[in-house]
């Protein structure tokens, strides 16, 4: 049983495969302050959860954007579930080729999310990550990234919504039954869902344009990616396990 994490600024996700069937998955709040022993308890909650032993687990591998906790994570790890964890960086096979200007600034998880995508959907493809960033990046044919577009997430630009202006409320980020919104609450909502679906279609539009693709794949992930994704034409596929396929692929890679 190989155990699959990926540690976000917002969430940290984990997962449980046998073989190549991804049996469980968990998901809790990223602390940077939580100690090892925090964290070895959280992770042996989970495989007991899952009827699993210590002893059934093969390997574990973790992809991270979160530098601070990580030397908590991998002592939890070491300490609870005596294997030393495979880490997702630059020095490993991930199955693609990284050609931006700075490979090394790039993040562990829009890696994997690419590896996973070319793996499972083939290249010629942009993947959409609905994180606390969301990001755009284009995997070509052969399996080269060298395109990517950030933006806030959508959590990022509610909280800002929320912060900046006193009076309006914390809502839930869901569409409403129309964009002809008649109340602040749907009006927010309106604009927080609408606006992020138009986002999202154009960036697409454009990076379609400026590769001078007739067609490509467009695969989501991540968070609210269900919700844009089911409301927009533009979007081919939601996989919201496809960052669990890349870590599992990048571990096949390399476990050697």
Known sequence: MLMVVDVGNTNITVGFYENEILKNTFRMTTHHN????ELGRKLTDFMQLSNYSVDELEDVIISSVVPNIMHSFTNAVRRY????????????????QVQTDNPLAVGADRIVDLAGCYHKYGGNAIVIDFGTATTF?????????????M??????????????????PE???????????????????????YGYIGQCEYIIAEMKKALQLESCQVIATGGLGRL?????QTIDIYDP?????????????NKE
């Open 151 to 168: 933006t806030p997430g959508i959590a990022i630009s509610a909280n800002a919504l929320f912060e900046k202006c006193a009076k309006l």
């Open 228 to 232: 844009i994704a089911s409301n927009t």
């Open 171 to 193: 809502v839930e980020i869901q569409k409403p039954r129309s964009i002809l919104a008649t109340n602040t609450i749907s009006s927010m909502q309106a604009g927080l869902v």
């Open 137 to 149: 990046d284009y995997i070509s044919q052969d399996g080269v990234f060298k395109y990517g577009v």
């Open 81 to 96: 579930l005596k294997k030393v964890p495979m880490i997702v960086s630059h020095e490993l096979n991930c199955g693609i």
């Open 34 to 37: 939580r100690t090892s022993d």
């Open 241 to 253: 396990d496809l960052t669990f396929t890349g870590l599992r692929y990048i571990y096949l890679l």
